[in-house]
Every structure is written in structure tokens, then in C-alpha cells.
């Protein structure tokens, strides 16, 4: 069953058109017929069993019921170290596959990529594009929030507001994320801190610290920025969430 992205909200009951890429794509591209059962998405939260109909040249999502939303429970946010080639676009395919809330990249000390405001928002565009495509795949209801690449200063302020923000740090060695599980059993928004290529800097590290952060290790091997990052989500999501 295909999913299609609505461009406007909607309820059971009622006939939404679908956002224009995505009737190009059903009628040009599928060539779906009237009638056709599809999966329709508000990008808000909800999602919906419903069928294809066409009128005028639109094409309409006729909303039959809701379907469940296969969001989390647990908010699960990633501030990730700004990372060379297309490494972020992986992370955010794969990281929205898993339950990510929110991808955060962040110009780190060793990030080796710079960012100016021009290229942020070209790539923080690119990455929504990704996300919102991986969503209609892994049937969730809705796509994490993506910011533009943040300053060192701009990603602390958010993180000092967190309920609980986990720091996967190669110098760590004995604070595992078991352990973080059973001190904090109940937390529900998680931040996890990734550094790039070249880690995370020793200063980095104090102002973390500062924020009442844990530093945590991801085991004996030493993991590529994007191995990590995932690794981290999944474990998260495996002792706070639903996998």
C-alpha cells in the first residue's frame, strides 16, 4: 500500500487533497487508479487508511480510519557532530527509521565540514526530504524535526534543557548504557551527543559535563560517528522505548 503525504490536516470522513509532488508522483509515476487503497499522512501525526480518488485532474485522499501512529514513547533527540560526505543523510534515513524525534547537527570542534547559513539550510532541506521519504517507508506518522547546523554555544542552551543527555565517549569505560537504564528509569526525553570524525574535544567534553550530562561508553571498539550515532538510538530505544 502506497503512502502519500495530505496537504492539509484532516479527519476520518473527510476528502484531502494530497501535496502536489506527491500527486504527480501517484498519478504520473504509479498511475494509480480511483479508488485505490492508500496510506495518507497530515504530517502532523496523523495517519490514515484511505483511497485515492481523483476529480478534476486532483488527486484526493479520502480519509476511512485512523491507523495506529507507531510513534515512540520515548523522545529521543541526536545533537550530532557535524560529519563529512553524506553521512548525515544516512543518519537521518536510518535514525527516522528508528524513532529519532530530532536530528540536531552541530558544529563541533574536529567537525571537518563548515557550515555557513546558506549551506545549512540547503542541507537542512535535503535532510526533511530524506526523513519524510523514510517515514512513508518504516509507516510512522510523522518525520523528526530537523534543524539547521547549530553552533557549539546553541546546541548546549538546548541540551541544558533536557530531562537526561547521554555523551557515547571514547574515553569512558565503564558507565554503560544499562546503567544509565536503571538510574534513570523513567526518563522520556533523551538527548544523545555525538562527535564527529576526530570525537569530541577534551573542552567539549567539561562543558557537557557542567550540564549534568553522562558520559557514556558503547563498548571496547571504536565506532565511526555514524555507527555510534545509530548504535546509541537503537540501544536508547531498546531499554527506554519499544524495540
Not at 538546548?158 to 536503571?182: D, G, H, I, M, Y
Request: aromatic fraction near 4%.
Amino acid at each position: 500500500m502506497h503512502t502519500f503525504y495530505l496537504a492539509e490536516a484532516g479527519a476520518a470522513g473527510e476528502r484531502i487533497p494530497l501535496e502536489r509532488e506527491e500527486e504527480k508522483h501517484a498519478l504520473k509515476v504509479l498511475r494509480l487508479s480511483d479508488g485505490d487503497e492508500i496510506c495518507a499522512l497530515d504530517g502532523r501525526g496523523g495517519r490514515f487508511q484511505a483511497r485515492l480518488r481523483i476529480w478534476g485532474g486532483r488527486a484526493f485522499a479520502e480519509l476511512e480510519a485512523p491507523l495506529a501512529d507507531n510513534e515512540p514513547a520515548v523522545r529521543i533527540s541526536l545533537y550530532q557532530g557535524l560529519p563529512k560526505a553524506d553521512k548525515l543523510e544516512w543518519i537521518a534515513q536510518k535514525g527516522t527509521e528508528l524513532g529519532l524525534s530530532a536530528l540536531c547537527p552541530v558544529q563541533m570542534r574536529s567537525s571537518v565540514v563548515k557550515s555557513n547559513e546558506k549551506d545549512g539550510q540547503k542541507r537542512q532541506e535535503r535532510l526533511e526530504r530524506i526523513a519524510r521519504e523514510a517515514v512513508k517507508q518504516c509507516r510512522r506518522s510523522m518525520p523528526p524535526q530537523i534543524t539547521p547546523p547549530l553552533t557549539w554555544a546553541q546546541a548546549l542552551k538546548r541540551l541544558s534543557s533536557c530531562e537526561l543527555v547521554l555523551v557515547p565517549w571514547e574515553n569512558e569505560r565503564a558507565f554503560t548504557l544499562k546503567q544509565a537504564r536503571e538510574a534513570y528509569p523513567n526518563a522520556k526525553d533523551i538527548a544523545i551527543v555525538i562527535g564527529p570524525e576526530g570525537g569530541i574535544a577534551r573542552e567539549e567534553i567539561e562543558a557537557l559535563t557542567a550540564l549534568h550530562t553522562k558520559c557514556i561508553t558503547l563498548g571496547g571498539r571504536i565506532l565511526r560517528t555514524e555507527t555510534a550515532a545509530l548504535a546509541a538510538i537503537a540501544v536508547v530505544q531498546t531499554l527506554w522505548g519499544d524495540l
